[in-house]
């Protein structure tokens, strides 16, 4: 049987996120950082799959930022067999799918990193790594975690996502919404409201709070926190995405792990 002339350090592992911004570019650094740090030795590639991102990098700053297909057909050129392609997303909808697409399109032989929430283990991971940046216990007020949301249908991780995260926090003061799709704000609003809670504090399930962030739940008009102010309840929101938490990342690098275990040595 032919042996393999390559070791696990000679795979490279491409990272893909959606799009970037400028605030994002800090949260993109952050993580780089703990899957450097977590897996020695192994070469990192940064991609970026919104074409409406790179454009206008591209025009108004002249930045050009490669997408996964391009950088693959350029690791395949550069004599590399496999490769582990790992996606970013929150969970594997029609922009995962979409990517394991274009990954298909090399020669490259792959293996796919798994979105942040694909196993039990998974989840509970995730509720864990939220610690920082959930209200303390017995605080009285409400959690809502918002997500993008999905016409996928793994539209219902964000409802197992609540089943988990009241698990582990022990208590029914955690609820999830999204921006669009169900649960809606209008549902979340009043399942809150109904559930007597007088404050809330609203955590963006999103690895990066950008454009939804400002718009949809913190804006002025039409946002979550107008909603929930309207309805007489006190509101809190956290500032960053949920990239910007090591435990995050951490379970996004034993995915890249679990990506190249599978990959026969």
């Known amino acids: 049987m032919k042996q393999n002339t390559f070791s696990r350090k000679d795979i490279p592992v491409l990272v893909s996120a959606f799009g970037t911004t400028e605030s994002a570019f800090s949260t993109y650094e952050k993580m780089d950082a703990v899957f450097r740090e977590k897996m020695p030795g192994l070469t990192v590639y940064w991609s970026y799959s919104s074409r409406m991102v790179k454009t206008a990098l591209k025009r108004k700053k002249d930045v050009n930022l490669p997408d996964p297909a391009e950088l693959l057909f350029d690791l395949a050129r550069q004599g590399h067999q496999w490769a582990v392609l790992q996606s970013l997303h929150v969970v594997g909808g029609h922009e995962f799918h979409r990517l394991a697409f274009e990954g298909r399109r090399s020669n490259l032989r792959l293996s796919m990193g ?47 996502l609540e089943t988990i995260m009241r698990r582990e926090y022990g ?68 500032q960053n995405g949920i990239g910007a938490l090591d435990g995050i990342s951490s379970l996004f690098a034993r995915h890249i792990e679990e990506a190249l275990d599978v990959i026969p040595l």
């Open 114 to 160: 798994l979105p942040l929430l694909s196993s039990p283990e998974d989840y509970r991971e995730a509720a864990r790594a939220l610690a920082p940046v959930m209200p303390g216990q017995g605080s009285g007020c409400a959690t809502v975690l918002l997500g993008h949301g999905t016409d996928h249908p793994v539209w219902a991780s964000y409802l197992a």
């Open 171 to 238: 208590g029914d003061h955690i609820f999830t919404g999204v921006v669009d799709g169900y649960p809606s704000m209008e549902i979340t609003v009043d399942r809150v409201r109904q559930s007597g809670f007088s404050r809330v504090v609203l955590i963006p399930f999103m690895l990066v709070a950008g454009v939804h962030f400002k718009e949809d739940i913190a804006g002025e008009t039409d946002s979550w926190q107008a909603a929930f102010e309207a309805a007489d309840i006190g509101v809190s929101v956290v």
